[in-house]
């Protein structure tokens, strides 16, 4: 004979004369114990200790390849229409900025000094006109320190003609060099007029070539970056090496983001215009 048992949740029908012990117990919970949290919450710092530094990073690159794509945007549309306006820049005139006073250790790019600022103020006050800017004080950037890719620092970099574009960047106008150069059409034959030096403000408070700060040539009729596969002054294989702590370590960086729109050359040394694009 058959007999119904009732719990209070549930009904169950056993065989009479049986015993019976699966009753239903509401009230029951499961949970983790407290060394469980702990060691789940360890794993999590763990992973997270390992992996928020380097999004952080990447995120940073990104936000810098867009920033430098933009400038160097600003930059063509602005060398367009001060040629239209005022001709191609070898017939500004302009007058001679530096004069070579040493040697680069281990190499023979010159170190400079800048002996008249007048030809390098021109060219900022006709690019200026075609960039909203504040224009900085001579003396705005004695106390930035200014450092290669390896964080040595670097002495002599200090641009006296200078200007802040609306979102911060600082773009600085380098030396203007001999006439003869300036005439040349391309930075193979080593013809160019001047430069223009791109500064990124950041927390660290420095000027650090190929990671803040970059740089472009002023042909007489055009901008292009530093460190192109034809770029002699400034080639990527050196002058962008992580690993190769020099004074212009750094400074053939800037096509290399501008073009791949990768900072890889930070984390790798085996990227090449011909090769290897990303480490991987």
Known sequence: ???????????????????????SDSNRKIAFTLAEVLITLGIIGVVAALTVPTLV???????????LKKVNSILSQAMLSVVNEYGTIDTWNLAVSSETIDKEEG????????????????????????????KLDPTWGDNIPVTNMQGVEITNQNWPAAMKLEDGTILMVGGIVAPSKCQKGSITEGGY????????????GKRIEGINQFDFFVMKNRILPWGLPDDSNNPFDTNCDITNNYRRSG?????????????????????????KKKCR
């Open 1 to 23: 004979m058959l007999k119904k048992i009732f719990s209070k949740k549930k009904v169950f029908t056993l065989a009479e004369g049986t015993s019976y012990s699966a009753v």
């Open 57 to 67: 990073s990447k995120y940073k690159e990104k936000a810098t390849v867009t920033k």
């Open 107 to 134: 190499s023979d790019a010159p170190i400079s000094a800048i002996i008249d600022d007048t030809g390098m103020r021109l060219m900022l006050l006709r690019f200026g006109k075609y960039l909203k800017h504040e």
């Open 193 to 204: 007029c001047s430069s223009i030096v791109v500064w990124f403000p950041d927390r660290s």
């Open 251 to 275: 400074r053939g960086c800037t096509a290399w983001v501008l073009y791949n729109e990768n900072m890889d050359y930070l984390h790798c040394n085996d990227l090449s215009w011909n090769g």
